[in-house]
């Protein structure tokens, strides 16, 4: 047994049941991982407001992602999705944001209309990618919540 004592990783595991043990006691008393729900009626999207003072719409996508398939590294691609406003309130599309620098979308910054749809223009640049690729854009609009991901997949060569 003290041989085992004496061991590093045998330390290292001991010290981390101690500590974990540690923090699931004071957690019961505290509650540090417990999730605290936000029901104070305030809408947390690209602007804080109270709910009941905010215009908010559904949206829906005609498709929520594209696999391009097996592509040459240094192509181009680009997809058009279709953005429905779905509510009864205009839709505002407030922000797009990529996982990364190689993807980005063109969207328009007019109001859209209870019942219209537009499109997104979505692009991915290959270049210095190569492998299986899974990159997102995010779209930001007044629904709840507030995010709409588009994923866009690709094998590039």
């Known amino acids: ?19 974990g043990t540690g923090l699931i006691l004071l957690d019961n008393q505290f509650n ?12 947390n999207g690209p602007v804080t407001i109270e709910k009941d003072k905010a215009y908010f ?8 992602s594209v696999d391009f398939g097996k592509v040459k590294e240094g192509d181009t691609l680009s997809h058009i999705f279709k953005i429905s406003n779905t ?18 979308a063109v969207v328009t910054k007019e ?13 991915f640049n290959t270049n210095g990618r190569k492998g299986p690729q899974n990159k997102t854009l995010e779209l930001t ?13 690709a094998a590039v060569e």
């Open 87 to 104: 509510g009864n309130e205009p839709l505002i599309i407030y922000k797009t944001s990529g996982s990364c620098d190689c993807v980005a």
């Open 111 to 123: 109001l859209i209309p209870p019942g219209k749809e537009v499109d997104i223009t979505t692009y």
């Open 32 to 43: 540090f991982f417990n999730a605290k729900s936000n029901n104070s009626g305030n809408y």
């Open 57 to 64: 719409t559904t949206a829906s996508l005609n498709q929520t």
């Open 141 to 153: 609009c007044n629904t709840e919540p507030a995010q709409l991901l588009i994923t866009l997949k």
């Open 1 to 19: 047994m003290k041989k085992l004592l004496a061991k590093t990783w045998f330390q290292i595991i001991a010290f981390g049941v101690v500590i």
